[in-house]
């Protein structure tokens, strides 16, 4: 989750921890003193998030300062889990616990009977080890067989077969939210755990005791609980009880980037490249997610995720690298000619009103050629394509597809006698190599043809504009 860490202190028992000078702190006090800190040396608490500066990082920020269990609300595929995970770097990187202790406990403030018992035993003897702050984030995915056991903790029937009465609390075993004492708990798509899991919530995150088969057990929890969920119009799977919402501070909502630059930056950050895909392709497929979130054909309640233009990304560089290793290739570059294979495989991701059933693909495509013009706009304006229209005009075509290489599209181009039309064309977009000037020169002629200035015939794998 963080960078690789630092030693861990050298102080092993609770005396040299004392002659150390350390100071205890409650969990949301050292999020806020971290969370101060980098704000005041203007370092960035949040890395990796795009598109939320002006809107939810503010609020959680407030959330955090504040010291407020926290629940991000928004649909699928909006980086809300990533935004939770980034909260690890709040903590202090090193924070001392009692070795061997179930929960995790200060050294200065056992709470469970054994870890109490221990340091009156030991005194300044009780041994200290280190734990690290990606150690102290536990998430847990919301599925509907989560039990009160999983969360809270239930009793535990060897520590009773080694002689213990059911009586005693030291047969608890703890869940997840007890042993991220001083910790932080994420629990994933929150409404589908069961009402009466939810309940069991409660007192843990209020009153802070532990209730399990008829025990009382205070203890006086130090946990940051924080949550995602999917809108409940939504997702009909379920939803967070009024009591649970009143215990959580604050209820953020998050959404899809609203600025191009952002929707790229999340595709370039995730997606996993096995071939080099130029900057205008993922221009193009980052418009073509956001005209789908605009799209009156689409469902916009399950929403369109950041992973359809990530996997879009993928998709067309392993088309590249499929291309490049049959024909030889030596460098594997996406270009426009790829972008099909993208819809081909991409539309299950989408979902679609009602009434557009049996036109999910023509949707797809119009929306995608839409991207593309706008693209071939911001890119190509100014530029006069007269010279290669009239060459096209006169009868000479272009052949493209998902198997003609960068080369042998570059020479079967019209001649333009001492046109620099094909230099201006690459210069634009700065491309270098041979797959990329292909790749430019291929996205222009797709412009004209979405600008009806040539035309177009596909099949058989391949593409001629003519």
Request: hydrophobic share 40%; proline share 5%.
């Given at each position: 989750?963080?960078?690789?860490?630092?030693?861990?202190?050298?102080?092993?028992?609770?005396?040299?921890?004392?002659?150390?000078?350390?100071?205890?702190?409650?969990?949301?006090?050292?999020?806020?003193?971290?969370?101060?800190?980098?704000?005041?040396?203007?370092?960035?608490?949040?890395?990796?998030?795009?598109?939320?500066?002006?809107?939810?990082?503010?609020?959680?920020?407030?959330?955090?300062?504040?010291?407020?269990?926290?629940?991000?609300?928004?649909?699928?595929?909006?980086?809300?889990?990533?935004?939770?995970?980034?909260?690890?770097?709040?903590?202090?990187?090193?924070?001392?616990?009692?070795?061997?202790?179930?929960?995790?406990?200060?050294?200065?403030?056992?709470?469970?009977?054994?870890?109490?018992?221990?340091?009156?035993?030991?005194?300044?003897?009780?041994?200290?080890?280190?734990?690290?702050?990606?150690?102290?984030?536990?998430?847990?995915?919301?599925?509907?067989?989560?039990?009160?056991?999983?969360?809270?903790?239930?009793?535990?029937?060897?520590?009773?077969?080694?002689?213990?009465?059911?009586?005693?609390?030291?047969?608890?075993?703890?869940?997840?939210?007890?042993?991220?004492?001083?910790?932080?708990?994420?629990?994933?798509?929150?409404?589908?755990?069961?009402?009466?899991?939810?309940?069991?919530?409660?007192?843990?995150?209020?009153?802070?005791?532990?209730?399990?088969?008829?025990?009382?057990?205070?203890?006086?929890?130090?946990?940051?609980?924080?949550?995602?969920?999917?809108?409940?119009?939504?997702?009909?799977?379920?939803?967070?009880?009024?009591?649970?919402?009143?215990?959580?501070?604050?209820?953020?909502?998050?959404?899809?980037?609203?600025?191009?630059?952002?929707?790229?930056?999340?595709?370039?950050?995730?997606?996993?490249?096995?071939?080099?895909?130029?900057?205008?392709?993922?221009?193009?497929?980052?418009?073509?997610?956001?005209?789908?979130?605009?799209?009156?054909?689409?469902?916009?309640?399950?929403?369109?995720?950041?992973?359809?233009?990530?996997?879009?990304?993928?998709?067309?560089?392993?088309?590249?690298?499929?291309?490049?290793t049959r024909q030889g290739e030596e460098q594997a570059v996406a270009r426009?000619?790829?972008?099909?294979?993208?819809?081909?495989?991409?539309?299950?991701?989408?979902?679609?009103?009602?009434?557009?059933?049996?036109?999910?693909?023509?949707?797809?495509?119009?929306?995608?050629?839409?991207?593309?013009?706008?693209?071939?706009?911001?890119?190509?304006?100014?530029?006069?394509?007269?010279?290669?229209?009239?060459?096209?005009?006169?009868?000479?075509?272009?052949?493209?597809?998902?198997?003609?290489?960068?080369?042998?599209?570059?020479?079967?181009?019209?001649?333009?006698?001492?046109?620099?039309?094909?230099?201006?064309?690459?210069?634009?977009?700065?491309?270098?190599?041979?797959?990329?000037?292909?790749?430019?020169?291929?996205?222009?002629?797709?412009?004209?043809?979405?600008?009806?200035?040539?035309?177009?015939?596909?099949?058989?794998?391949?593409?001629?504009?003519?």
């Amino acid at each position: 989750m963080t960078d690789a860490p630092t030693p861990a202190p050298t102080p092993g028992t609770l005396g040299r921890l004392r002659e150390s000078g350390h100071v205890q702190k409650p969990v949301r006090t050292e999020i806020r003193d971290n969370l101060l800190a980098k704000l005041a040396a203007r370092e960035n608490p949040w890395p990796g998030m795009h598109g939320f500066d002006e809107t939810v990082i503010p609020q959680l920020e407030r959330a955090l300062l504040a010291g407020h269990d926290v629940v991000l609300l928004g649909e699928r595929g909006q980086g809300k889990t990533r935004l939770l995970r980034s909260l690890v770097g709040l903590l202090d990187e090193w924070t001392p616990v009692i070795a061997g202790a179930e929960i995790g406990e200060h050294p200065y403030e056992p709470i469970t009977p054994e870890s109490r018992r221990r340091a009156e035993e030991l005194g300044d003897e009780l041994p200290v080890e280190w734990r690290h702050r990606d150690e102290r984030y536990a998430e847990k995915l919301a599925t509907p067989d989560t039990s009160v056991a999983d969360l809270i903790g239930d009793v535990d029937p060897m520590k009773v077969a080694e002689g213990r009465h059911l009586g005693d609390p030291e047969t608890i075993h703890f869940g997840l939210i007890p042993r991220s004492h001083r910790g932080i708990v994420a629990i994933n798509e929150l409404p589908d755990l069961a009402e009466r899991i939810q309940v069991a919530m409660l007192n843990v995150m209020e009153e802070r005791d532990i209730q399990i088969r008829g025990y009382v057990l205070r203890l006086p929890l130090d946990t940051l609980v924080v949550a995602s969920a999917n809108p409940e119009d939504y997702t009909n799977r379920g939803r967070i009880i009024t009591p649970l919402k009143d215990r959580f501070g604050a209820e953020i909502r998050t959404h899809y980037p609203s600025e191009l630059d952002d929707e790229i930056a999340v595709i370039r950050q995730e997606a996993r490249l096995v071939a080099e895909v130029p900057d205008h392709l993922i221009e193009i497929l980052a418009r073509f997610t956001s005209q789908l979130r605009e799209s009156n054909s689409v469902d916009q309640r399950s929403g369109v995720s950041a992973r359809f233009a990530i996997a879009g990304a993928e998709t067309v560089a392993a088309s590249a690298l499929h291309r490049a290793t049959r024909q030889g290739e030596e460098q594997a570059v996406a270009r426009v000619v790829d972008l099909e294979t993208a819809v081909d495989v991409l539309g299950g991701k989408i979902e679609f009103e009602t009434g557009e059933e049996g036109r999910e693909l023509e949707i797809l495509t119009h929306l995608l050629r839409t991207a593309t013009a706008e693209t071939v706009r911001g890119h190509f304006r100014g530029l006069d394509f007269t010279l290669l229209v009239d060459r096209i005009e006169s009868g000479q075509m272009v052949t493209t597809g998902e198997q003609v290489t960068a080369r042998g599209f570059l020479t079967g181009l019209p001649v333009l006698g001492e046109s620099d039309l094909y230099d201006q064309v690459c210069d634009r977009l700065h491309a270098g190599n041979d797959g990329e000037r292909a790749g430019a020169i291929e996205l222009a002629l797709e412009g004209l043809y979405l600008a009806r200035k040539i035309s177009k015939e596909s099949g058989g794998g391949e593409t001629v504009y003519g």
